[in-house]
């Protein structure tokens, strides 16, 4: 994946004497983590997880963020990009104009309760997208634009992008949960999976969970901060001989660069 074990080994080297403490998980309400099912040409897949989010359009006229004023910003249902190849089942890897030129749907259900379902109004290209490659996952993303609707609750995009030593969560439904008739509550705990970042760049987030952990089926996920605010979108991980399991993320300066431009177009 570009991130060779040589430098994974040295990063949790450097983070292993920072301190792991359990910290009370970001509170959240229902409705924004969803399971996906994909329609691009003739082929229909489920695949990964995706999340909804209200995007950050600047600033208003009084000063104030939209990420302080909900009703003013977009909602996305947002993804990995790289769903859009082999890691989906399809034949070949997809570029992002081939996505422009056959837009795909998507239909997706929530997590907490999978009757409530919700499908795109139309396919979003970002100029660029593409798989995680050599350790950039910064164009890793794929969005589409769906109807505002009270039922469900987009999650905020933050603005700064977590350091190295923070504490993060990823907002997921792990292989191991796929079939549990449990319900959740309120606040989605056990989808909430605490990591510490152990790297953070302009091109990827790196962070190593506390627990192991089964990340199949979980690229398109969010990485979430104490706050509940959107800081990654998780592409990948994976195991490190001797260390821990490790995630790697699209980080939000990138996600909001993406936005942006596609917004101002």
């Not at 489920?46 to 003013?72: T, V």
């Not at 996305?76 to 989906?88: D, K, N």
């Not at 997706?108 to 919700?118: H, N, V």
């Not at 794929?142 to 030593?165: D, M, R």
């Amino acid at each position: 994946m570009g991130i060779t074990s040589r430098i994974l080994s040295h990063a949790f080297f450097q983070a292993s004497s920072e301190q792991r403490s359990q910290q009370n998980p970001p509170s959240l309400n229902n409705y924004s983590l969803l399971r996906p099912v994909f329609t691009f040409g003739s082929h229909e897949f489920e695949a990964g997880a995706a999340f909804l989010a209200q995007s950050c359009k600047g600033k208003s006229d009084d000063g104030e963020s939209d990420n302080e004023k909900p009703q003013n910003g977009i909602i996305y249902l947002l993804t990995a990009h790289h769903l859009f190849g082999f890691a989906g089942g399809l034949r070949k890897n997809y570029h992002w104009y081939d996505l422009k030129s056959d837009p795909p749907s998507v239909h997706a259900a929530t997590i907490d309760k999978p009757s409530k379902t919700i499908s795109s109004i139309a396919f979003t290209p970002l100029p660029g997208a593409k798989g995680l490659w050599a350790g950039d996952a910064s164009k890793d993303i794929a969005a589409f634009l769906v109807q505002s609707n009270k039922e469900f609750n987009p999650l905020p995009l933050a603005n700064i992008t977590p350091q190295k030593g923070e504490t993060v969560w990823l907002y997921s439904q792990l292989k191991s949960q796929l079939n549990s008739q449990s319900k959740y509550g309120a606040d989605n705990a056990p989808l909430l999976h605490q990591a510490i970042i152990i790297d953070s760049t302009e091109k990827a987030l790196v962070y190593r969970f506390f627990n192991k952990i089964n990340l199949r089926r979980t690229s398109g996920s969010p990485l979430l901060n104490q706050q509940g605010e959107v800081v990654g979108l998780h592409v990948g991980g994976g195991f490190v001989q001797f260390f821990a399991d490790y995630g790697i993320a699209n980080p939000i300066v990138a996600i909001n660069k993406m936005l942006a431009a596609d917004s101002s177009d």
